[in-house]
């Protein structure tokens, strides 16, 4: 039936067969990459971006900090990461974001984000939390709406240019 749902987004065979071919090199080079990445870190999950890409999400976790990283499929793996969520564990409750790096407009945050959430709710972890600091806020409007569209309660003083986020597994 794959080939009925391209028909009827009215694709040509030629359109269908680069579909195709791109999902079959992503998919060679997302097995490579799982490969790679598991010799240094922990597998966490494997998803998709907004765009259809596949991605490989590894943490790399220790007692007091945590690091989720996102690998786009696109690529082979040379031992980098697309994008990353470094957070600090504050205590038995709380997760604290440190600092999300990565390429934007591709959702790999989005998809960071998701997978830090279930991180928490996995390890009992009540609150998901960070700070709106000064050098963000030449993107201050863009960090308001992705932390509100994951459920998290964002409280911003423009007037000191500083902010924090509190997310709450109720």
């Known amino acids: 039936m794959i080939g009925t749902a391209f028909l009827e987004d009215n694709k040509s065979k030629d359109e269908i067969k680069e579909e195709l071919d791109t999902i079959e090199i ?3 080079r997302m097995q490579q990459n799982i490969k790679e990445i598991a010799k240094k870190w922990q597998i966490v999950s494997i998803d998709q971006t907004k765009d259809n ?5 590894y943490a790399d ?6 690091q989720i990283m996102l690998h786009d499929c696109d690529a082979a793996f040379r031992g ?3 994008a990353a969520i470094q957070a600090d564990y504050k205590d ?5 974001i440190a600092d999300i790096k990565g390429e934007q ?3 790999y945050g989005s998809i960071l984000m998701c997978h830090l959430k279930e991180m928490a709710r996995l390890e009992n972890v009540q609150y998901i939390t ?3 600091v000064e050098r963000d806020f030449d993107h201050v409007n863009r960090l308001e709406h992705f932390y509100s569209k994951h459920r ?7 007037d000191e240019q500083c902010g924090e986020i509190i997310w709450n597994e109720d």
């Open 152 to 158: 998290f309660d964002v409280k911003i003083d423009h």
């Open 80 to 82: 980098d990461w697309h």
């Open 92 to 96: 038995g409750n709380t997760i604290h």
């Open 61 to 66: 976790k220790g007692e007091e900090a945590c």
């Open 26 to 28: 992503q998919l060679f």
């Open 53 to 57: 890409g596949w991605v490989v999400i």
């Open 105 to 107: 407009n591709k959702g």
């Open 130 to 132: 960070g700070d709106i």
